[in-house]
């Protein structure tokens, strides 16, 4: 584990002095903010830090039998967990221990902002899960409880870090059984009050919003999703400007996966991802950015290849042709499926030409990783075991750690931005094509023919998430 003022900046101190704002976030889950990790400190210790309960209140050891639970119970990635106390318990973070976590101490001397991961999706906000017991509530349209996420913008904001919110429209946590009974019209009135509450809520807290999620089909056709169904293709649109209505003040963005480089390996949904933001754009809606995910696999081959930072850098420059601002917004990247010798080289290389060349253009203003510790990471629950992301799970800094400072710091003044990386082509000097030591397919000219073949784009309308689809 890192030390302050030991091995260098940290990743938001190297940004604070670059020549332009970049946010520098990552995604964040309230277990491990609030509760620390089962080997962090030992039980005692931790039995000393919970207060004790009073002798007659005919509840004792309640507080250590809810403790144990908190921190050996791993929710359902997809299930929220808005209410996780015994009943007549105290609420988890309320008996946490004073002493910052190891996840809370690396989240705020290395970010300057959170966004939260999953507590702020629909069908969370709607969901009840009681830790204790079996039992479950149904999901419920029309009754909310923000206390996790409540939790972690107040956390984030007493520390000076922005909030990012995501998510208010994404088809595959949204409570669709209960959407799927009502006609078009109740569906319509539903979400454009889920929006309304959800901003509402949060108005003045959280200042900048994913908006709609992963709308595009693998092939670029937009997802034939309960929405889309029930509401037909204008429900997008319909959105941003339920959005704007609820906080006129927040910055409203659309997010999708898989269309983070310009004639690259998702050739087809990269070019939908721009041309259904122009459209936006063109009709005056009321939309200011986007995200590309960045949710890469190292071992990729043919549409789950990592894009090279020349298409990257191409596809952030048409965007910002539009007038908006573009984040990389999801960052990981899976190396398991490499031999063991490559992981770090192709790791460490991905992190830092990619956010490099992104950096390049003017209407690039974040890069935000999804998770940051190799110890919480949602990869293990929907792909397989891996080590995506800058920390490992002692969270030490790996190489790709410093390939990501190294990248922010091409914005500091002296440096060069985008210097060794390739920009302008997918060759170097000597005649390799980027990523030649770690890519685990054959490429002519470095450039893989069935990137564009449309055999490989899935099936038109597709609505499942991408891990469902690789």
């Known amino acids: 584990m890192y030390e302050d003022g030991i091995d260098g900046d940290s990743l938001k101190e190297v940004v604070a002095k670059g020549i332009k704002y970049i946010d520098i976030g990552a995604a964040v889950l309230p277990k491990p903010l609030f509760r620390p990790d089962v080997d962090e400190v030992d039980d005692d210790d931790l039995l000393e830090s919970i207060p004790n309960e009073p002798a007659d209140s005919g509840r004792d050891g309640i507080y250590r039998s809810s403790i144990s639970s908190i921190l050996t119970n791993t929710l359902d990635p997809l299930v929220a967990s808005t209410s996780t106390r015994e009943a007549g318990a105290p609420d988890e973070f309320d008996i946490a221990p004073k002493i910052p976590t190891r996840y809370a101490r690396t989240l705020r ?54 909030v990012k919110g995501h998510v208010l429209v994404w088809h595959v946590t949204s409570p669709t059984e209960i959407l799927e009974e009502m006609t078009p019209e109740q569906v319509r009135e539903q979400l454009r009050r889920h929006i309304f509450t959800t901003m509402g809520h949060f108005r003045g807290r959280i200042k900048v919003w994913d908006v709609v999620n992963e709308a595009l089909a693998p092939d670029g056709s937009l997802a034939e999703n309960i929405f889309y169904r029930k509401l037909g293709p204008g429900y997008i649109e319909e959105c941003f400007r339920w959005a704007h209505e609820a906080d006129p003040d927040a910055m409203l963005l659309y997010n999708d996966n898989k269309v983070e480089g310009m004639n690259g390996p998702n050739k087809r949904k990269a070019d939908a991802f721009f041309h259904l933001l122009a459209g936006l754009v063109k009709k005056g809606v009321p939309i200011h950015g986007c995200g590309i995910q960045a949710h890469f696999n190292a071992a990729g081959t043919a549409r789950n290849r990592s894009p090279t930072p020349r298409m990257v850098k191409n596809q952030i420059h048409r965007l910002g042709n539009l007038g908006l601002k573009v984040n990389i917004s999801e960052m990981d990247v899976r190396v398991s ?16 030409d990619i956010v490099a060349a992104a950096l390049t253009e003017p209407a690039f203003d974040g890069i935000w990783l999804w998770g940051f510790t190799d110890r919480h990471t949602w990869v293990t629950h929907f792909y397989y075991d891996d080590e995506p992301l800058i920390f490992d799970e002692e969270y030490g800094r790996k190489e790709a750690y410093y390939g990501l400072r190294d990248a922010l710091s091409s914005i500091v003044p002296g440096e060069k931005f985008g210097a060794g990386v390739l920009l302008d082509t997918d060759e170097d000097e000597q005649g390799n094509c980027w990523g030649h030591q770690w890519i685990q397919e054959p490429v002519e000219d470095c450039l893989d023919a069935s990137f564009s073949k449309p055999e490989n784009d899935g099936v038109v309308g597709a609505d499942r998430p991408d891990w469902e689809l690789t």
């Open 109 to 162: 001397h290395e970010f300057n902002a959170v966004v939260v991961e999953h507590h702020l999706k629909w069908a969370p906000l709607c969901v009840e899960t009681n830790i204790a017991g079996p039992a479950q509530e149904p999901r419920r349209l029309g009754r909310y409880d923000f206390h996790h996420a409540d939790a972690i913008v107040d956390w984030a904001i007493k520390h000076n870090m922005k």
């Open 337 to 352: 499926q490499l031999p063991p010798n490559l992981r770090q080289i192709a790791q460490r290389q991905i992190y830092h």
